[in-house]
């Protein structure tokens, strides 16, 4: 851990100039993986604005008919909401499945955001990695990569992103609402995370300086049709090996819309809409679900320790689909998948 | 004799317990001192090569830094190599720290920063600049096993295999039958609750009281004193709390070296505790190579056993357990050939993680013998009544005692066994293919020479001491049941001390020998003071127990009655009066008999019943039950050996499941080094647990019959699971942990 200093700042303006001004500064709000990897030094700020008092924690009706989540409401309140459980129930479930009660206690909904990569290399400062230190290589992809990403994969890093209610997030086509130097702006969720490209130390579109205020849930009608499958290596409190968000709007007998993002295999939450739109006016049928599950994976791409996970994700898709088309949902309390 | 209140053989609660949920309980980070200065270790960023440079001044600079500590400016220790050889040493030259520039493996302490406060070493120690010059390292056992060797030199207390009998090689050509495949147990780390952590408080003449994490508070004042060169009389090592060890806490680790080098060069008091990553870099379960041949009849009797284990260890020491021997000690066979080989690897020693050997051997013999019963068309069970053995065939001696029968029988019909159609993928839940799968478990019942002292004052208080350790297994509430039960008195009106070097010589904790070792030692000392105070009683004018023996009478509620006529007494203290003293002390020691161990083996035996769920299409399992019969002599207290078996069998669903340390061979590094990434198993992963202590008559180990619980609940645990898995979905994985991608496969 490095010497740091702390200031409680007092407004959104405030909180984004002390920031902007520093290149150093990191805003601090429930800092249940910021903390974490400063110990590791992993990131290593020199000043940290805590934001945790500012007025960023209501869930609010938006005119459109949708929910504003402040950014610091945290993982609890939001899974717990009773409009966020009737309304977006995919959301309320993908948080459920993330973490431990203790943690989702003190985590934001901004911060769940912006959770870094558990890449073993990445969290090991004694070890090269491009996200940690540009330019010093990507072990994990000739090293243990049984957790790495097959999808959106570069040359110089095949982290994953780590969140869980980021998935839904991303099914949802949530939008984050952002405040800068010069104003706010609104970021997609599908432009919100970065693939790593060449630039692998950068997870986010987000500016340094920014700081997100809420993530808006457009108004949607997924509460019937959805689910949440997330695959790990013990039945709770791990990190998605791959996970599904899958909601679908059914018409009759035909899915109208269909929404999916998958977790666990990309350095973002990956969505496919060209996938999504095969569904389009289609009859719930494993053997469709199957073809979009070829169709989103036709371009991935395994390493050493990893080829597992092509094939799991398959089957989790076809699985989550199954499940949203037919209206059980996984729990995320009982750990027997439906 | 053991009978006055009853307290053995009942369940009791922990004496400890309400310390430990209140916090009241001290672990060694937790202990204060007055000026009291923080170390925080430097790792090694590579496995092998040579320290070039080191550069603390960013460190130094650091307002509150005290001291940088490297291999260039350490204080001078001990010359010898038996200096640092603690009582669990394997054979070979210790590991120093900071000995000299030389790297040996990745995570090797390499500086130990020391500050006012632990965040300003922590800072600091992150501004060290260390350069390297890298040499070729080699952590694949499967590029090391080439070399691999028979240890030249055995260590202590470990048995190696047994001569060949007759012509195990021949007898599997000829053998109808035949089951010859490789088996893994991933390497684990042993991953306690508590890190492991040094107080060393520094008192004024220079005298050293250390608050270690330990299990043998002994064995780490022995190693301080000779490393140091210290009279013993100069270090006291206190550690009355362990939060968990499993075997991680059997050699002094280098944090206390650190801890106490610093505290004497700086002459002041230090705490150094490791991080959760550092506690993967030093010891650890080996990664084992098992090959087991099997040859029987169509009758599914062992005509041949062959294993052989090629084991990791360290380039400086030959780590060593047991691994291969329990195969013939198992079953019954003529021709047995057993082998067991060492492989150097660029790592740190391994150390004993519960039921060293034993978990992993047991594990690949069970799972074989799971195959020769589908091999066979044998039920599992029936398989191994077929091939039991009344004697240790090897060692041509009888057992002490073995209910292994009465394991399987009970266990079975606990568990449903009957109801088994053995065909694989023959049970469905819905999704879910459902497993029943058996397997046996063994461990030593191991008794060692061990000291007690007892001292009963006139007020009726009984305090018994000794230097062993509780890691949490229930030590402290057993042996105050034992001096109870043995004087008569009240639990409550007894204390229990333990965890500290002053008090009366103990071995380590571990191998499940304390229960038998302190508690015999216990015993043994509350006994002379029973004599003592029968003595007394007598002597006292007008006695009523003028003419008895002590045979005649009965100790009870502070009391010595006529067992025929309980209206005749007298109190102790009116006994202590008559001596005309106000306590009486004794201190004694117990050993395990010579005679006994010259005629017989001592083990403990349980069988071990899974119920698995498997969601074939997706690889996820759960283990919905596991029945564990366990037979394992006189179980002093029910409810806290019912946790250690519970302990173990959630280790045992570890090691079947999750239970992995990954190591990067081009790094030469453990990488998934932290509680996250190294899966054990939370709460999620555990359903019902039965477990059954069958009842076994055992005199001949130590008066008392205790074999001890701490391990026997991990062995058979995986084998059992993994071979569930097998009769759900007709898959057989070799290689433990079962993750998804084996099961996807």
């Known amino acids: 851990m490095n010497r740091f200093s702390y200031v409680r700042a007092e407004s959104i303006d405030e909180a984004v100039r002390e920031v902007v001004t520093d290149p150093t500064a990191r805003f601090i709000a429930g800092g249940t993986n910021l903390i974490d990897l400063m110990k590791y030094n992993v990131e290593r700020p020199e000043r940290l604005i805590d934001i945790t008092r500012l007025p960023l924690n209501e869930i609010e009706e938006t005119d459109g008919g949708g929910?504003?989540?402040?950014?610091?409401?945290?993982?609890?309140?939001?899974?717990?909401?009773?409009?966020?459980?009737?309304?977006?129930?995919?959301?309320?479930?993908?948080?459920?499945?993330?973490?431990?009660?203790?943690?989702?206690?003190?985590?934001?909904?901004?911060?769940?955001?912006?959770?870094?990569?558990?890449?073993?290399?990445?969290?090991?400062?004694?070890?090269?990695?491009?996200?940690?230190?540009?330019?010093?290589?990507?072990?994990?992809?000739?090293?243990?990569?049984?957790?790495?990403?097959?999808?959106?994969?570069?040359?110089?890093?095949?982290?994953?992103?780590?969140?869980?209610?980021?998935?839904?997030?991303?099914?949802?086509?949530?939008?984050?609402?952002?405040?800068?130097?010069?104003?706010?702006?609104?970021?997609?969720?599908?432009?919100?995370?970065?693939?790593?490209?060449?630039?692998?130390?950068?997870?986010?579109?987000?500016?340094?300086?920014?700081?997100?205020l809420a993530v808006e849930l457009p108004p949607a009608d997924f509460g019937t049709n959805y689910t949440y499958l997330k695959l790990r290596d013990r039945l709770s409190y791990a990190f998605a090996l791959v996970s599904v968000a899958a909601a679908l709007r059914i018409d009759g007998r035909t899915i109208a819309e269909a929404r999916l993002a998958l977790g666990g295999v990309a350095h973002k939450p990956w969505r496919d809409s060209e996938a999504e739109n095969m569904l389009r006016g289609q009859a719930a049928s494993a053997e469709r679900f199957a073809d979009v599950a070829d169709y989103i994976l036709r371009d991935a791409k395994a390493f050493d320790d990893n080829a597992f996970k092509i094939d799991l994700a398959r089957r989790a898709i076809v699985t989550a689909l199954s499940q949203a088309a037919a209206g059980t949902p996984q729990s995320q309390t009982d750990k027997r998948i439906q | 004799m053991l009978q006055a209140n009853g307290y053995i053989g009942v369940p009791q609660n922990r004496v400890d317990g309400r310390a430990k949920v209140t916090g009241a309980a001290q672990y060694a980070a937790e202990f204060d001192a007055p000026n009291l200065a923080y170390g925080i270790v430097v790792s090694s960023a590579i496995a092998k090569g040579r320290i070039t440079s080191i550069d603390a001044s960013a460190a130094l600079a650091v307002p509150g830094v005290i001291q940088v500590f490297t291999h260039e400016n350490r204080s001078r220790t001990a010359w010898f190599d038996r200096s640092y050889r603690d009582e669990t040493a394997p054979p070979g030259s210790p590991f120093r720290p900071l000995y000299d520039d030389a790297v040996v493996y990745s995570g090797q302490p390499v500086a130990l920063v020391v500050a006012e406060e632990y965040e300003i070493a922590a800072c600091a120690a992150s501004l060290v600049q260390i350069e390297y010059e890298t040499d070729t390292h080699l952590t694949d056992i499967d590029l090391a096993k080439n070399e691999a060797y028979a240890p030249p030199r055995k260590r202590s207390g470990v048995k190696e295999p047994p001569s060949p009998r007759g012509d195990a090689e021949e007898a599997f050509v000829q053998a109808p039958v035949k089951i010859h495949h490789e088996y893994r147990v991933a390497i684990e780390h042993h991953n306690p609750m508590e890190p492991h952590a040094s107080t060393v408080i520094y008192q004024e003449g220079g005298k050293l009281v250390i608050h270690d994490k330990t299990q043998g508070a002994q064995n780490s004042q022995s190693y301080v004193a000779s490393v140091f060169g210290l009279s013993s009389d100069d270090v006291q090592v206190v550690a009355p709390f362990v939060g968990g060890a499993f075997g991680s806490g059997l050699r002094p680790q280098y944090q206390l070296f650190l801890a106490v080098m610093a505290a004497l060069e700086l002459k002041r008091s230090i705490r150094v505790v490791l991080t959760r990553d550092q506690m993967f870099t030093f010891g650890y379960r080996p990664l084992t190579i098992q090959t087991i041949s099997l040859g029987a009849g169509p009758d599914g009797k062992l005509q041949s056993i062959m294993h052989d284990a090629i084991q990791t260890t360290s380039p400086w020491e030959d780590y060593q357990e047991v691994v291969v021997n329990w195969s013939n000690l198992l079953y019954h066979c003529d021709n047995v050939k057993l082998t067991y080989k060492l492989a150097q690897v660029d790592t740190y020693t391994p150390i004993d993680m519960r039921a060293p050997g034993a978990a992993i051997g047991v594990t690949a013999i069970e799972t074989a013998m799971d195959e020769l019963a589908y091999a066979t068309g044998i039920d599992p069970i029936e398989l191994r009544l077929r091939n039991y053995t009344e004697t240790d065939e090897a060692n041509k001696k009888g057992f002490t005692s073995k209910e292994l029968r009465a394991c399987y029988q009970i266990g079975a019909e606990r568990f449903g066994w009957s109801k088994?159609?053995?065909?694989?993928?023959?049970?469905?839940?819905?999704?879910?293919?459902?497993?029943?799968?058996?397997?046996?478990?063994?461990?030593?019942?191991?008794?060692?020479?061990?000291?007690?002292?007892?001292?009963?004052?006139?007020?009726?208080?009984?305090?018994?001491?000794?230097?062993?350790?509780?890691?949490?297994?229930?030590?402290?509430?057993?042996?105050?049941?034992?001096?109870?039960?043995?004087?008569?008195?009240?639990?409550?009106?007894?204390?229990?001390r333990i965890g500290d070097s002053s008090l009366p010589k103990s071995p380590v904790q571990g191998g499940s020998w304390t229960a038998a070792s302190a508690g015999s030692a216990v015993q043994t000392a509350c006994q002379t003071v029973r004599e003592k105070l029968f003595k007394y009683a007598r002597q006292m004018d007008d006695s009523p127990l003028a003419n008895a023996s002590i045979e005649q009478v009965t100790f009870a509620n502070g009391k010595i009655l006529l067992t025929n006529d309980p209206s005749s007494s007298v109190t102790f203290a009116q006994a202590m009066q008559a001596g005309g003293v106000d306590r009486i002390e004794a201190e004694e020691k117990a050993s395990p008999s010579l005679q006994t161990s010259m005629s017989y083996s001592g083990y403990s035996h349980s069988a071990v019943f899974a119920e698995v769920r498997v969601d074939e299409g997706l690889g996820i399992v759960r283990v919905t039950r596991i029945v564990n019969a366990v037979a394992a002599g006189t179980i002093l207290n029910p409810k806290t050996a019912r946790s250690q078996i519970l302990g173990g069998v959630v280790f045992g669903i570890g090691m079947a499941l999750e239970e992995e340390s990954m190591l990067d061979h081009n790094l030469g590094r453990f990488m998934n080094h932290s509680l996250a990434e190294y899966h054990v198993p939370v709460n999620a992963d555990i359903y019902d647990i039965d477990v059954i202590f069958v009842s076994e008559h055992e005199d001949k180990l130590n008066p008392m019959g205790v074999k001890g619980v701490g391990e026997i609940g991990v062995v058979g645990t995986a084998a059992a699971i993994g071979n569930a898995i097998y009769h759900a979905t007709g898959k057989r994985i070799r290689d433990y942990p079962i993750t998804i991608d084996k099961l996807l496969k």
């Open chain 2, 420 to 496: 088994r159609n053995p065909e694989p993928r023959s049970m469905r839940d819905g999704r879910e293919l459902v497993g029943w799968g058996m397997a046996t478990g063994v461990w030593e019942a191991i008794m060692q020479k061990t000291a007690a002292r007892a001292v009963l004052t006139q007020d009726g208080k009984l305090e018994v001491s000794s230097a062993t350790a509780d890691i949490g297994t229930g030590t402290y509430t057993i042996l105050t049941q034992i001096a109870a039960d043995t004087l008569g008195v009240n639990m409550e009106d007894v204390t229990a």
């Open chain 1, 67 to 212: 929910l504003r989540v402040g950014a610091l409401v945290t993982n609890d309140a939001a899974a717990h909401d009773p409009r966020i459980q009737a309304r977006y129930p995919l959301l309320s479930s993908a948080i459920m499945a993330g973490a431990s009660p203790q943690l989702r206690n003190a985590a934001t909904t901004g911060g769940n955001l912006l959770q870094r990569t558990r890449c073993y290399y990445f969290y090991d400062s004694g070890t090269p990695c491009n996200k940690r230190e540009p330019g010093t290589g990507c072990p994990a992809s000739f090293g243990r990569n049984r957790i790495h990403a097959i999808l959106g994969t570069s040359n110089h890093c095949i982290a994953t992103h780590p969140s869980d209610m980021c998935v839904a997030l991303a099914a949802l086509e949530a939008v984050v609402h952002v405040a800068g130097p010069d104003g706010t702006r609104a970021i997609s969720m599908a432009d919100f995370h970065r693939l790593p490209g060449d630039t692998p130390e950068i997870d986010t579109n987000l500016r340094h300086g920014e700081m997100i």
